[in-house]
Every structure is written in C-alpha cells, then in structure tokens.
C-alpha cells in the first residue's frame, strides 16, 4: 500500500499525508523495498518522485494484488443484496445524458451501495478498467480486447454542433477550428476521421475539459464540434445541429469490465438495471 500510494501520488510527502505516517518512515519503507528487490523504483527529483521501469513493472503486479485483497473481502463479506463500493467510470457525455437516470434508479433500489463515478475518455476509463482502478466503465464502442467483456447498451447518434443560426458546409478550403475533449475521446477521434475524409487539413483544436465548456464555446462561435444528437436535444445553449455521413453517424456505447476481476452482486444488479433502460 505505501509503495501504491507514493507512486500514485508522485510524492514522499503527499503519500505521507493519505497514510497518516511521518515523511521519515515512507522513505524508510521505500529504500528497504528497493533494497530487499536491488533495484531502483523511483527516480527523485525535485517536483517528488517518479516510477524508474522496475517500478512501473511493480505497480502493475502491487495494482493486482490490492485488487486481489479488495475481492477476497467482497466475496467473504457480500450476499445477495447488494451492498458496499461500487467503482464506475463513464465519458462525459454519458454522465450527462444517460446516467443521471439510470443512477438515480439504482440509488432507490439498492441504498446500501455507495456509488462512486469517475469520468474521463474512452482511452483513460479502459486503462482504469484494465488497472483494477474501476470495476466497469461505459466506453465508445466497439471494444475488442481479451481481457475485458463487453455489452453494448446504447447507440448514439452522432451529429456537428454549431453556434445557432449558422448554415454549416464544410469545405476542404476552409480552415476549421474544432473543439473537443484531449486525446483519448473517441468522439474527436471520429470527428478527425471525418474531416480527414473531408480533405479538410487546415485545422485547429482547441482541447477543453468539459462537455458544458465545449457545447459553450460552440454556442458562441468560436468553433464546431461533434457530439451525440440526444447533448443537443438537452443543452441549455443555442446549438444548430447538422447530419453527417453514414459512415461517422452512429456511436455504440459499451459497458465493459475485466473478465477476471470478481463480477460483485452491485455490479451484477446494475449491469442488468442498465439493460433494462
């Protein structure tokens, strides 16, 4: 758990402070682990610490085993009734137009359940997964990976937002500033190969980092952006919706979690409350 926490939070100092532990004991615990295994897993610097490979090979199996631990209480300790943590990632865009029911619905059946909700980009919730971190994540599909099972529970209708009012046609001569979420959105990863197809090379992106600041700046014209048609329907801000082709238009969103992490009864029940909806 020291070594975890230090390498999560990238400072002796800080790792100190969630444990409840002197700065002198952390480092003690630290240099006898590297000592004890001969190799270096930090590197120090002056902004903290930071994983050397022989570190991040350990974080990996540590990540494991702490998840190990986690279900080895779940499974002594859970019954039929759900009941304890439920760790659940989703896109941003999800969080705000499909969850808020689906978790309310859930909230009511099942109060003994502390629900905690992470958001983030396909990319980012998948490594989460992957990582023991969250125990299921609703990611733009389709997803095809060995260690992870996959339920495509809705598909979304991808459109091009702009400022309201505006007749949008996209030309190759034209520079387009766009606005999406970083690297690891599947949906911006869409719009690139959309444009892209579009012959469109002359363009900017603005990277913001939410889903409200994006549809925002859309609104006040600073650029176009693409998004599920069912944001627009439900946005606050003056938006003009515009189709695109076939091939870019739908957007399945799978809810995906380890095939080898323990499925707890929480999960079970929210996975089929999700089919449900």
């Known amino acids: 758990m020291v070594f975890v926490t ?16 002197v700065q002198s004991n952390i480092t003690a615990r630290i240099q006898h682990l590297e000592a004890s295994l001969g190799r ?62 689906i978790l309310a619905k859930y909230h009511q059946r099942f109060p003994d359940v502390q629900l905690a909700l992470t958001t983030g980009s396909t990319r980012a919730l998948l490594d989460a997964v992957l990582n023991y971190e969250l125990e299921a994540a609703f990611v733009a599909g389709p997803i095809e990976h060995e260690l992870l099972v996959t339920a495509a529970v809705i598909e979304e209708e991808l459109v091009l937002v702009s400022k309201a009012g505006e007749v949008h046609g996209i030309q190759s001569s034209q520079p387009m500033t766009v606005l999406a979420f970083r690297e690891g ?25 939410t889903l409200d600041g994006i549809l925002g700046c859309v609104a006040a014209g600073l650029g176009i952006a693409m998004v599920p048609k069912a944001v627009v329907d439900q946005s606050r801000h003056p938006l003009t919706a515009h189709a695109v082709p076939e091939a870019f238009r739908s957007a399945p969103t799978v809810l995906v979690h380890r095939r080898d992490a323990f499925v707890s009864p929480a999960l079970t029940q929210f996975t089929a409350l999700v089919r449900q909806i």
């Open 185 to 209: 959105c599947s949906y911006r990863q869409r719009m690139e190969q959309y444009l892209d197809a579009m012959g469109i090379v002359s363009r900017t992106v603005i990277e913001l980092g």
């Open 40 to 101: 270096p897993l930090f590197h120090r610097h002056a902004r903290g610490v930071s994983l050397t490979p022989s570190g991040e090979t350990l974080l990996r199996y540590a990540a494991r085993i702490l998840n190990l631990c986690r279900e080895a209480e779940q499974a002594v300790q859970d019954t039929d009734t759900p009941r304890g943590p439920l760790r659940i990632g989703a896109m941003e865009t999800t969080t705000a137009i499909r969850l808020p029911a």
């Open 6 to 21: 230090v390498a999560q939070s990238g400072s002796l100092t800080k790792a100190a402070d969630q444990l409840g532990y």
